[in-house]
T-cell receptor, first 112, second 108 residues
């Protein structure tokens, strides 16, 4: 089944403790991206990647890192999480930039 | 001012009604997407448009590039259509910019 897999689905962590949210797709898509969704603000793009070893900042990249060492994986790294990074995170992929997107199921992160 | 504006923010309808959700944008785009998010949180891509009109079942999406406007129509609405509908545009710099969504509730 074609899908984007995010892990974990839920995560509660403490301020400053490094964490990684994984994202993997099995569709050989070139384009992958990360978003956060907050009440009243909607979805905002954090980082995106057009292909292996190519990443670019979205609208809210501060406090996040990404890497694209392999085509299928696009992990989101929070080196020192803070409470304002408490949010619902989505990963998505697309064949090329102007095809429809496939979204992961989301990761609900709480930083205390 | 948001670069992508949706209206209305909230919409209630009776089953069977024709529904229209509007999206206006102010940036140059290469494509516009309509997404659906159900209460459980998952997001599904409904349409991608760069011109004209697309239809899938009871859903119709149109875009007017000159007016920078798109509409999503639902014919013969059903309670299972209840969800948040999100308009998103891919800018000419490859960023994806989202509207804040339209919450639709369809009552039997």
């Amino acid at each position: 089944e074609a899908q984007v897999t995010q892990n974990p689905r839920y995560l509660i962590t403490v301020t400053g403790k490094k964490l990684t949210v994984t994202c993997s797709q099995n569709m050989n898509h070139e384009y992958m991206s990360w978003y956060r969704q907050d009440p009243g603000l909607g979805l905002r793009q954090i980082y995106y990647s057009m292909n292996v070893e190519v990443t670019d900042k979205g609208d809210v990249p501060e406090g996040y890192k990404v890497s694209r060492k392999e085509k299928r994986n696009f992990p989101l790294i929070l080196e020192s999480p803070s409470p304002n990074q408490t949010s619902l995170y989505f990963c998505a992929s697309s064949r090329i930039s102007n095809y429809g997107y496939t979204f992961g199921s989301g990761t609900r992160l709480t930083v205390v | 001012k948001n670069e992508v504006e949706q209206s209305p923010q909230n919409l209630t309808a009776q089953e069977g009604e024709f529904i229209t959700i509007n999206c206006s944008y102010s940036v140059g785009i290469s494509a516009l997407h309509w997404l659906q998010q159900h209460p459980g949180g998952g997001i599904v891509s409904l349409f991608m448009l760069s011109s004209g009109k697309k239809k899938h079942g009871r859903l119709i999406a149109t875009i007017n590039i000159q007016e920078k406007h798109s509409s999503l129509h639902i014919t013969a609405s059903h309670p299972r259509d209840s969800a948040v509908y999100i308009c998103a545009v891919r800018s000419n710099t490859d960023k994806l910019i989202f509207g804040t969504g339209t919450r639709l509730q369809v009552f039997p």
